[in-house]
């Protein structure tokens, strides 16, 4: 048995607080929102995950308790929302011994820095073991036991397999890698290919654009995660197309819900207050743009869906031009 503390308790948090007391771990829960961990302990029940009721096991950390929710750990799972990240981990620094394993489940890119959430751990907690959990993983369904694939990046093979260890159950089963830039990568881009899936729906169209926008999104995903060093099979695998199918097509998705009142006619900002959560692929379309200027690969989707977000774009003129682009290949001729 592992004492583990989730540092973040948005619904991502809570499943997987569920999943690491289900197998066998001491699990404890931290969030810098007081009213938040007072109504967790009053109701054992998340909010946004009506249903789902939480273990009496699983133990609940004040907002200003954050050194006993980081010191005496075998495993923090850093769950706050991405526009979150370095903050917490300034938070953190203090508290962390040398080797503490700090295992990130968010989604996301830093717009100021263009770094991933993993390397803004790393330089504001150098002395800590940084990794990452990523993958098709709806916390919804998490929650319930549904069946649900991941995987864990580390920097060593050993501490990958230790995330995997504490994570892996019957319902839950984990891989291991040592590619983290391109795991980090492929959820953070997916998430603005979503919200292209989205505006597409939102607009009325059907399978055929839904399956476009998947498989043409995956290609800019690929093209630009190479270019900066991640593996061709990562963007193959579960953190590459599996996350992009999923966050495409299910409702759980805020990317796509957002996504859908974008295309039905509302703003950005409209949208985000009725999805009523943090909507990563919104902070993340700019670092993506820029990440692919920087990087000099072509990103048509994600361009699009920055101009539609930031610039008042129409989405009808989005999609129709991103289907009077230049002709190309898919396949280079020999």
Not at 89 to 100: A, F, L, T
Not at 228 to 243: C, H, K, Q, V
Request: hydrophobic share 45%.
């Amino acid at each position: 048995m592992a004492k583990i503390s989730i540092i973040g308790t948005g619904t991502w948090g809570i499943a997987l607080s569920i999943l690491l007391h289900q197998n066998g771990h001491e699990v404890s829960a931290w969030s810098a929102i007081q009213d938040e961990i007072t109504y967790l302990r009053e109701n054992r029940m998340h909010r946004s995950l009506p249903g789902v009721k939480i273990p009496e096991e699983i133990t609940w950390i004040d907002a200003d308790d954050l050194r006993d929710a980081c010191m005496g750990k075998d495993l923090l799972v850093l769950a706050v929302p991405s526009i979150f990240t370095r903050e917490t981990c300034r938070k953190m620094k203090p508290y962390i011994r040398d080797g503490q394993i700090i295992v990130n489940v968010a989604k996301g890119i830093e717009e100021q820095t263009l770094m991933t959430l993993t390397e803004q751990m790393e330089e504001e907690i150098p002395r800590a073991d940084a990794a990452v959990l990523s993958g098709p993983s709806h916390a919804e369904e998490v929650s319930r036991g549904i069946p649900t694939t991941c995987v864990a990046g580390a920097r060593t093979r050993k501490t990958a397999e230790l995330i995997q260890n504490y994570f892996m159950s019957p319902v839950f089963r984990v891989y291991t890698s040592p590619d983290v830039l391109g795991i980090e990568l492929g959820g953070a881009l997916k998430n603005v290919i979503a919200l292209a899936a989205g505006v597409a729906d939102g607009l009325g169209y059907g399978d055929n654009t839904k399956a476009a926008l998947i498989t043409r999104g995956i290609a800019e995903i690929s093209r630009l995660g190479m270019a900066m060093g991640g593996r061709a099979e990562t963007f193959s695998g579960l953190s590459g197309i599996g996350d992009l199918i999923v966050t495409c097509a299910s409702m759980h998705s805020r990317n796509r819900r957002a996504g859908i009142l974008i295309g039905q006619g509302k703003s950005m900002e409209e949208a985000m207050r009725e999805v009523n959560m943090v909507v990563e692929g919104v902070y993340s379309a700019k670092a993506a743009l820029a990440l692919g200027k920087k990087y000099q690969v072509s990103l048509p989707i994600i361009e699009q869906v920055n101009q539609v977000l930031f610039e008042h774009k129409s989405a009808e003129e989005a999609v129709a031009d991103l289907m009077l682009r230049d002709k190309n290949m898919e396949v280079a001729w020999e």
